[in-house]
C-alpha cells in the first residue's frame, strides 16, 4: 500500500482539515474581486503587493537565505513565475467584470489540463490515455459554458476566454514552480515569485495610467481579504499539505473552490447559475475528476517502477 512519506514529527494540524481551510479560504477569491470597486489592474496589483509585505518579515528573519541559495537560473525561472502569476490574476479578474462567476471559476479550474499539457510539450512527460479522455471532457464542458455565454452577449463570451487565458496563464505558473520546488527552498521561491508579480502589475498599471489611488476604505479591505485570506491562508496553506498528504488529494479538493465561489456569489450578489452553466459545471468536475485520479494514479505507478529499477541496479 502506498503511503506518503512523512516527516519525523507530527504536524499540529489534521492537514486534511488544513487542506478544506485552505479550499474554503480560496473560494472567497471570485466574491471579493466582484464587490471591489477597482479595476482588475488595480486589485490584481495590491492582491501581490500585500502579499509579498506579508511574506517579507519571515524572508527577513531567515536573512533571505532562501533567495541567496538560488542561482542565476533558479532565481530567473522564479521571477518567470511571478510573471505568469501577474498574466492570470490580470485575466482572471478582467473576465470577473464581464462574465458571471460560475461561468469564470468553472472555466479557470481547467488548469490542471493545460498543465498536464505543457509537461507533455515543454518535459516529454507521458499522459495516460484515460487521462487525456478526462482533459477532453472536461474542456467540452468549457464549450457548453462558452456557448450559453455567447448568446448571451459578447461580453459574456469575452470573459469566458479570459477565464480560459488565465487558466492556461496559472499553469505556466505551475509548470514552472513544480520544476523548481524540488531545488529551491519555498520562501525563496514565494518572496521571488510574488515580489516580481507585484513590480509587473505596478509598472503595468502605471503604464496604463491606471490610479492606485483613491478607493473606498471597503476596497483597501477586500486588497487585504484577496492577499491574506485567500492567497496567504488559502494557497500557502495547500503549500504546507502537500507535506503531509498526497498531491492528488491536493489536486482534487482544490475542485471545491468554484462550488464555494458559487455559493457565495448565490448569498451574497443573487447571482444564481444558469441550467447551462450547472451542465457545463458538472462535465467539468467529472472530467477533471477522471483527469486528476488517473494522472496521480499513473505517476504513483512510474514512481515505484523506478524505484524497483533503481533498487534493481
Not at 527552498?185 to 505596478?202: F, I, K, Q, R
Given at each position: 500500500?502506498?503511503?506518503?512519506?512523512?516527516?519525523?514529527?507530527?504536524?499540529?494540524?489534521?492537514?486534511?482539515?488544513?487542506?478544506?481551510?485552505?479550499?474554503?479560504?480560496?473560494?472567497?477569491?471570485a466574491?471579493?474581486?466582484?464587490?471591489?470597486?477597482?479595476?482588475?489592474?488595480?486589485?490584481?496589483?495590491?492582491?501581490?503587493?500585500?502579499?509579498?509585505?506579508?511574506?517579507?518579515?519571515?524572508?527577513?528573519?531567515?536573512?533571505?537565505?532562501?533567495?541567496?541559495?538560488m542561482?542565476?537560473?533558479?532565481?530567473?525561472?522564479?521571477?518567470?513565475?511571478?510573471v505568469?502569476?501577474?498574466l492570470?490574476?490580470?485575466?482572471?479578474?478582467?473576465?470577473?467584470?464581464?462574465?458571471?462567476?460560475?461561468?469564470?471559476?468553472?472555466?479557470?479550474?481547467?488548469?490542471?489540463?493545460?498543465?498536464?499539457?505543457?509537461?507533455?510539450l515543454?518535459?516529454?512527460?507521458?499522459?495516460?490515455?484515460?487521462?487525456?479522455?478526462?482533459?477532453?471532457?472536461?474542456?467540452?464542458?468549457?464549450?457548453?459554458?462558452?456557448?450559453?455565454d455567447?448568446?448571451?452577449?459578447m461580453?459574456?463570451?469575452?470573459?469566458?476566454?479570459?477565464?480560459?487565458?488565465?487558466?492556461?496563464?496559472?499553469?505556466?505558473?505551475?509548470?514552472?514552480g513544480?520544476?523548481?520546488?524540488?531545488?529551491?527552498?519555498?520562501?525563496?521561491?514565494?518572496?521571488?515569485?510574488?515580489g516580481?508579480?507585484?513590480?509587473?502589475?505596478?509598472?503595468?498599471?502605471?503604464?496604463?495610467?491606471?490610479p492606485?489611488?483613491?478607493?473606498?476604505?471597503?476596497?483597501?479591505?477586500?486588497?487585504?481579504?484577496?492577499?491574506?485570506?485567500?492567497?496567504?491562508?488559502?494557497?500557502?496553506?495547500?503549500?504546507?499539505?502537500l507535506?503531509?498528504?498526497?498531491?492528488?488529494?491536493?489536486?482534487?479538493?482544490i475542485l471545491?473552490?468554484?462550488?464555494?465561489?458559487?455559493?457565495?456569489?448565490?448569498?451574497?450578489?443573487?447571482?444564481?447559475?444558469?441550467?447551462?452553466q450547472?451542465?457545463?459545471?458538472?462535465?467539468i468536475?467529472?472530467?477533471?475528476?477522471?483527469?486528476?485520479?488517473?494522472?496521480?494514479?499513473?505517476?504513483?505507478?512510474?514512481?515505484?517502477?523506478?524505484?524497483?529499477?533503481?533498487?534493481?541496479?
Amino acid at each position: 500500500m502506498n503511503r506518503v512519506p512523512r516527516p519525523a514529527h507530527q504536524p499540529l494540524v489534521n492537514p486534511y482539515l488544513a487542506v478544506l481551510v485552505g479550499v474554503f479560504a480560496v473560494s472567497f477569491s471570485a466574491l471579493f474581486v466582484r464587490l471591489c470597486s477597482a479595476p482588475p489592474l488595480v486589485i490584481a496589483s495590491y492582491r501581490l503587493i500585500f502579499t509579498f509585505l506579508l511574506l517579507l518579515p519571515a524572508g527577513l528573519a531567515s536573512r533571505f537565505s532562501g533567495i541567496r541559495e538560488m542561482n542565476r537560473r533558479q532565481f530567473l525561472l522564479s521571477a518567470g513565475s511571478g510573471v505568469f502569476l501577474a498574466l492570470h490574476f490580470v485575466t482572471w479578474f478582467t473576465s470577473l467584470k464581464y462574465t458571471s462567476i460560475a461561468s469564470s471559476v468553472v472555466i479557470v479550474t481547467t488548469q490542471p489540463v493545460f498543465v498536464v499539457l505543457g509537461s507533455w510539450l515543454f518535459y516529454k512527460e507521458k499522459v495516460p490515455r484515460k487521462a487525456v479522455y478526462g482533459g477532453l471532457l472536461a474542456i467540452s464542458g468549457s464549450l457548453v459554458i462558452g456557448a450559453g455565454d455567447f448568446r448571451m452577449g459578447m461580453e459574456a463570451f469575452l470573459g469566458d476566454l479570459l477565464a480560459l487565458a488565465a487558466a492556461i496563464f496559472i499553469s505556466g505558473y505551475i509548470l514552472i514552480g513544480r520544476r523548481l520546488r524540488g531545488s529551491v527552498e519555498l520562501s525563496g521561491y514565494t518572496l521571488v515569485t510574488y515580489g516580481a508579480s507585484s513590480l509587473v502589475l505596478a509598472v503595468g498599471t502605471l503604464a496604463a495610467r491606471v490610479p492606485f489611488y483613491p478607493y473606498p476604505a471597503t476596497d483597501w479591505a477586500l486588497f487585504f481579504g484577496l492577499a491574506a485570506i485567500c492567497t496567504v491562508l488559502g494557497h500557502t496553506t495547500f503549500n504546507w499539505a502537500l507535506r503531509y498528504v498526497q498531491a492528488s488529494v491536493v489536486s482534487v479538493s482544490i475542485l471545491g473552490e468554484p462550488l464555494g465561489a458559487i455559493v457565495w456569489a448565490s448569498i451574497f450578489l443573487k447571482e444564481y447559475p444558469t441550467t447551462r452553466q450547472l451542465l457545463g459545471g458538472s462535465i467539468i468536475f467529472t472530467g477533471l475528476f477522471i483527469f486528476t485520479r488517473v494522472s496521480a494514479r499513473f505517476t504513483k505507478n512510474q514512481g515505484a517502477l523506478t524505484a524497483s529499477a533503481t533498487e534493481a541496479s
